[in-house]
């Protein structure tokens, strides 16, 4: 168990670690894994190479792609956790796992990252990260043509370990989640402004937001989301899952 401490940045010695989900060497990962699952990541070796060619998932050069990518995932999680560092003063940290989500069941098309609260134990130091299709495709380009990432991409993990900071604030938010009265979901509306508006504030302060710059510009765009929140939830008490999309998704700062 590691104690983080503000005084000394020590990320070497913090339990980071990384899998693919479903990773092809780990039978019990997943039951029939398909080769189509991992034909979109690049590098990937899915030729057909005639019968007496081995099985895709267990060549050579597929299995370094594994190794590899999970050792992306970590090194760029490692960067964001000395940006952030100061905030984990004094937790308690046993594991930060990262589950690689080959298949896209873990996240959403949308996300990019994601910190998993439910599978996440505070009590025991452990918690749980997803790294998105999306992202993980970025990662892989990047290091293939040693650029560097667009500076959305650059925040990511700083934006999801701020979500481990903000752990019982999630945990609050989902009790709220799924009620269709416009009351209770409204409280769920304003607890998720909060949550992502905390999480984003580090890409904010990078300047990633253009049209949020000082506290007023701030002020005035929380404001016009809230009077239009408000406005719905007293037009309608009741709210579908449909509305709840279009309508009460958290704005945020950049919407």
């Not at 080769?35 to 070796?45: N, R, T």
Request: net charge negative; with cysteine; proline share 4%.
């Amino acid at each position: 168990m590691k104690k983080i401490s503000k005084e000394v940045i020590d990320v070497k010695n913090v339990n980071v670690n990384a899998c693919l989900h479903p990773h092809p060497l780990m039978p019990d990962s997943y039951a029939d894994i398909e080769v189509e699952w991992f034909s979109w990541m690049p590098g990937f070796d899915s030729r057909d190479l005639g019968d007496d060619d081995e099985e895709p998932l267990f060549r050579d050069n597929n299995i370094l792609l594994y190794d590899k990518i999970e050792e992306i995932a970590v090194d760029r999680f490692n960067i964001a956790l000395v940006n952030v560092w100061p905030l984990l003063d004094s937790y308690l940290i046993n594991s930060l796992h990262i589950s690689i989500d080959i298949t896209g069941m873990l996240c959403s098309s949308s996300t990019l990252a994601a910190y998993n609260y439910v599978d996440s134990n505070p009590q025991k130091g452990n918690y749980i990260f997803n790294l998105a299709q999306s992202y993980l495709y970025k990662l892989l380009v990047v290091s293939d043509n040693g650029k560097d990432l667009k500076l959305k991409y650059h925040t990511t993990w700083e934006h999801e370990i701020i979500h481990l900071v903000d752990h019982w604030e999630s945990v609050k938010s989902s009790v709220y989640r799924d009620s269709d009265l416009s009351t209770v979901y409204y409280n769920y509306y304003l607890l998720e402004y909060r949550i992502e508006g905390i999480a984003e504030l580090y890409y904010l302060l990078k300047g990633g937001i253009d049209d949020i710059k000082n506290i007023s510009q701030a002020k005035e765009k929380f404001q016009s989301n809230l009077d239009r929140i408000q406005k719905l939830v007293i037009d309608k008490p009741k709210i579908t899952s449909k509305k709840k999309i279009l309508n009460l998704k958290p704005m945020i700062f950049m919407n």
